[in-house]
């Protein structure tokens, strides 16, 4: 299972746009790239997934170079609301049940 | 709606005793999974299972168990042998192939007392 990597916390301001990196370095060719989002005391949110270029959703954006060592969540103009802890998944579409692997996420701060 | 509901929230345990905590799904889903998360940290995985009436341990199975006699079931035992049983347990699902992602329950708070 491909391990990843994410800063352990960043802070912005309301209304600006957060981009939050992941480094993916052993992603397999089947591998898809997920975020989950997580508020406290509550079970991890899907918010978005690719294989490569970009995707877009009504909530976010996600970047994937043409390596697919890396991937950056886009979220556009943050609110309080979306202080939370992210997550960035790697595993393989089909077969056997995938056993995810969940790191300790980033943990994002909006401010006012 | 589908989704998939956890019971209870909150859980209270005395020392040296069993509990179960309940997941149930209506998502049709395949397969489900049981994972931990102790405070500040991510989630590890305890049990899951593919199909019905089989299951495989996680990262962390010693000291739990798991049973699968329906699609839409997959309850968690948490027994006297686990030592830290104090934590957050998730219950997920997923189908198998084709489009990826997990629905999780919203979780149950277990506190040993």
């Known amino acids: 299972l491909a391990k990843t990597t994410q800063p352990i916390s960043m802070d912005s301001y309301e209304g600006q746009e957060v981009n939050i990196t992941c480094s993916h370095n052993n992603i397999a060719t089947n591998d898809y790239i997920t975020w989950y989002q997580q508020f406290p005391s509550q079970g991890p949110r899907f918010i978005i997934q690719g294989y490569k270029t970009k995707v877009t959703n009504e909530v976010a954006s996600l970047f994937i170079p043409a390596d697919r060592k890396s991937s950056t969540l886009s979220l556009p103009r943050v609110s309080l609301s979306d202080t939370a802890v992210y997550y960035c998944?790697?595993?393989?579409?089909?077969?056997?049940?995938?056993?995810?692997?969940f790191g300790s996420g980033t943990q994002l701060t909006v401010l006012p | 709606d589908g989704g998939i509901t956890q019971s209870p929230k909150y859980l209270f345990r005395k020392e040296g005793q069993n509990v179960t905590l309940s997941c149930e799904q209506n998502?049709?889903?395949?397969?489900m999974y049981w994972y931990r998360q102790d405070p500040g940290q991510g989630l590890r995985l305890i049990y899951y299972?593919?199909?019905?009436?089989?299951?495989q341990k996680g990262d962390i199975a010693e000291g739990y168990s798991v049973s699968r006699e329906k699609k839409e079931s997959f309850p968690l035992t948490v027994t006297s042998a686990q030592k830290n049983p104090t934590a957050f347990y998730l219950c997920a699902s997923s189908i198998l192939a084709g489009e990826y992602g997990y629905t999780f329950g919203s979780g149950t708070r277990l506190t040993v007392v």
């Open positions: 998502l049709n889903h395949d397969a």
């Open positions: 998944l790697v595993g393989r579409v089909s077969g056997s049940a995938r056993q995810l692997t």
């Open positions: 299972s593919q199909i019905v009436n089989d299951f």
